[in-house]
Structure formats: C-alpha cells, structure tokens
C-alpha cells in the first residue's frame, strides 16, 4: 500500500508523490520564540517528526525544515516588559523550545533556519512581487494586494470579500484593507533591517515563504503546521509565494490542537502546561506517548485521567520488552508488520497503529505465560520495530537506562534483587511466607516490582 496522507488544500485523502523519487521535501512551521513551551507547541514538532521516521522507514531521504520566528511584535513585547534585549529573550527561549524537541525525541531538523538570517531572501521576494504588480510600497511599509491574485483563499476557503487579516487599523498607505503587510517600516528603539523602501522589519508571512524557498526551492512537497496557521500564515504565504511564480507546497498537512475545557491551549489564555512542569510528573518518552498516540488531526482535550492512562499503557509495552530481555537476552528491532504498516500509510492512523503494538504485547505476553520464548522474542522484535518509527522504543539508546551511564547503577541494583530474590525462593521453599512477602514488600518498597512467572520470579524497576 501507498502513503496516503489528507490534504488541507483538497480537502481529500491523496496519495503521496514526492516530486523527486526518493526524495522528501518538508517545512514545518516552527516556534515563535516569545516564551517557555507548552505540549500545545510541540505537538506539530512532535506529529511531523512521526511522519518523517515513518517516510524514513520507507526507504526516503528526508529534508526537513523547521524554521525559527525570531522577529515578531510578541518577542519585542515581551522582552521589553521583561526589560531584557529582544535578541537574548528570542536566543533563550530558541534554546527551551530545542530542548524540549530534544528531551522529547524529535530527531533534529535538517537545517533550523532563523527568520532574522535571511533579510536578503525576503528582499528579493518583495522584489518579485512588485514587479509582478502584486505588492507595493508606502511610506516605508510594503503591502501584498490581495485583490491582484484571483487565486487567494484557495487554501483556507476564505471569501476574498470577508477577509480580515488581523493587523489592526490599516495605515493611510494601505490601499485595500485586505492586503496584508510584506514588511514594517522601522519604529523608534525597534531593531531594524535597511532595504530599497527603507528600514524595517519583516512580517510574519513572508519569512516563512523566503527561507522554504531558500532550502527547498521554488516548489516542495509538504508544508505542515498547526490548524490554527491554515489563515492567515499559511493561506498568505502560498498567495505571496505563488504570486511571484513560485510552486510553492504541494501538499498541506495541518494538525489539530491541544485543548483543556474545549479551548486552544494558548499563552493568551492562561491554559497552559509548560514542558518542564509536565516532566515533573511524567516521563519523556510517556509525554511523548500521550501526544503522538492521538490522531494528528484530532484535537486532544488534555485531563489528568487521559495522561495517566497513557503512562501505563507506554509502561505496559515496557515491561513486556524488559521482561523478553531479562529471560532471552537482547532483542533486536524487527519489521513492524502489515498491521502497523497499513494504519501508517492511512494519514498516519497512529491509534490504529498503537493498537497494532498493543496486539502484539498482548500476543507476546501469552507466549511469555505459555513459556514459548522463540514466539515471544518474534513478538518483541515487532514491537520494537513499531515503537522505534513512533520514536517510542523502550530499549532505544534515547529512553532505554541499560544504554546509558546508569549501566552500572542498573547492574548493582540488580545483584541485590537477583540477592533478594534467591532467599526469597529459600523461604518459599521452606513455607516461610511471611518471609517471602516480607521481602517482595521490601523491594516494591524500593521502587522494584517482582512477577512470578513459571521460569521463575521477574524483577522490573518501576520507572524503568
């Protein structure tokens, strides 16, 4: 079976095509660095990066960018309310939002790009444009007119006649309160770049169109980001890029939000859960789980209930693996399997796909029971290859502790359960169970959990 991924600007299911074999072109709109992340922010970094492991898997190289907004009215604000330059305030909160991809799993981008590197490209854009007689410049400001591209609200479904962009009071050079600003001539303490219409600073739309251009050429394959970017970012950026003649996306994939009581989780609205304090209390890796288990086109309504019951559905595809290795040894990554491959290539089916992973524990667990250790080994391997394109691998170098320093910490610890384990047998076997629970007290006490299985006792760490 062929990807097939949903497409904003068709509004339909299509099969993927890159537009050079073997060869997948993305841009991903990335963070607007004004402040501390949310899982609401992540999200897209995290459903994008799912779909360039599973394109990986297929057999693709995967160029993928991510941009930087580095240069916004919300940076400049907030860094002056916090009395601290614009440029330090955007650098520290590029570097939360990096490590908060990092600590998630996100493979890095192929190129990052910072809005504020690339002047000259958005110059050159905005050159284009007028020359085509689809923008204009006044009083220092440059304007895209969207009454001169027949072809503008192709992407959002937006009546041309109903278009409001959102940029406040139009300025007396505005001639059309539609058209939306290509670039912001230089206010007073505002940082500014020169160009041919004076200093200024850019817009939003336009960076993204500039450095997409810059990395993947005049037309790319997919462009994604957040539902909440379809209009204006998204639906300006293929007019102002289309209009200078550029290809531009050929498909769009937007995905659904991150919501508490019904509402968008926005910093605007006070609902937030920032990524530090959510690694407070769970796991990386079961953060990680709760986002990409979802539908990326699906909204999550964020509960307490909701994360929990992710943690122990990620903690139960762990402990079977862990309990494979302990009694087997190492397993290696196997293929996925038709099940898995089939919800994959349907837009990303990840419930169907995690149902799959859960199958298979379920199937190796079994055999576990039944001691058919060659059935369970085939089933572990399955689910590490299913859970290593959902960056989700238990035993991964990134969440497995036996592939890190902690090597040593995990190897005492269990010698003494291995110590523990053996008087408790002695006492069973001598029918002092009082003894025998009084030892699995101690060590569940310590964070250990002991299974009786038919080969003998397991041990797990719980937060292993």
């Known amino acids: 079976m062929s990807l097939h991924i949903f497409d904003s600007a068709s509004r339909s299911l299509r099969e993927f095509a890159p537009r050079e074999h073997g060869i997948v072109s993305i841009y991903v709109c990335g963070a607007t660095v004004q402040g501390i992340p949310h899982i ?31 240069i916004d009215d919300k940076i400049l604000t907030k860094a002056a309310e916090a009395g601290r330059p614009w440029w330090e305030w955007a650098a520290t909160h590029e570097r939360a939002f990096d490590d908060a991809y990092d600590v998630l ?52 479904r937006q009546k041309p006649d109903e278009v409001q962009q959102g940029e406040g009071p139009a300025l007396a050079g505005k001639r059309d309160p539609r058209d939306f600003t290509l670039w912001k001539s230089a206010k007073p303490g505002e940082p500014s770049w020169p160009t041919p219409w004076g200093a200024g600073r850019p817009g939003w739309h336009l960076e993204c169109s500039a450095m997409a251009r810059t990395y993947l050429g005049a037309e790319f394959d997919i462009h994604g980001g957040g539902q909440d970017l379809v209009f204006p970012h998204h639906e300006n950026e293929q007019a102002q890029s289309r209009a200078a003649g550029d290809g531009f996306a050929r498909y769009w994939m937007h995905n659904a939000w991150v919501t508490i009581s019904g509402e968008k989780m926005a910093k605007s609205l006070g609902n937030t859960v920032s990524i530090p304090e959510m690694l407070k209390r769970v796991r990386a890796q079961e953060l990680r789980y709760y986002l990409v288990g979802p539908h990326y086109r699906s909204n999550i309504e964020y509960s307490e209930a ?41 837009d990303l089916a990840t419930p169907a796909a995690l149902a799959a992973v859960h199958s298979a524990v379920r199937t190796g667990n079994t055999a576990l029971d039944g001691g058919d250790d060659a059935a369970a080994r085939a089933a572990a391997a399955a689910v590490r290859g299913m859970t290593g394109v959902l960056g989700l691998d238990p035993l991964s170098a990134k969440w497995s502790d036996t592939s890190t320093v902690d090597n040593g910490l995990r190897e005492a610890v269990g010698a003494l359960a291995d110590g ?21 007290d101690r060590l569940q006490s310590a964070g250990i959990t002991v299974e009786d299985t038919p080969d003998g006792p397991l041990w797990t760490l719980k937060d292993s």
């Open 105 to 156: 799993g996100c493979l890095p981008p192929s190129i990052a790009p910072r809005a504020t590197g690339h002047i000259t490209q958005m110059v050159e854009l905005m050159e284009r444009l007028i020359a085509a007689g689809h923008a204009y410049a006044a009083d220092g400001d440059v304007y895209f007119s969207v009454g001169s591209y027949p072809a503008y609200g192709e992407l959002s």
């Open 40 to 70: 609401g922010h992540v999200r897209s970094s995290l459903n994008f990066d799912v779909l360039r492991r599973w394109l990986a898997h297929r057999g693709d190289d995967v160029r993928l960018v991510r941009n930087v907004t580095d």
């Open 306 to 346: 909701a994360l929990e019951e992710s943690v122990r559905a990620y903690q139960r595809v762990e402990s079977f693996l862990r309990k494979v290795v302990q009694r087997t040894g190492v397993v290696p990554e196997g293929d996925p399997g038709p099940e898995f491959a089939a919800a994959m290539d349907d």
């Open 420 to 440: 523990l384990l053996a008087e408790r047998q002695q006492a069973r076997a001598n029918r002092d169970f009082a003894a025998a629970d009084a030892i699995r």
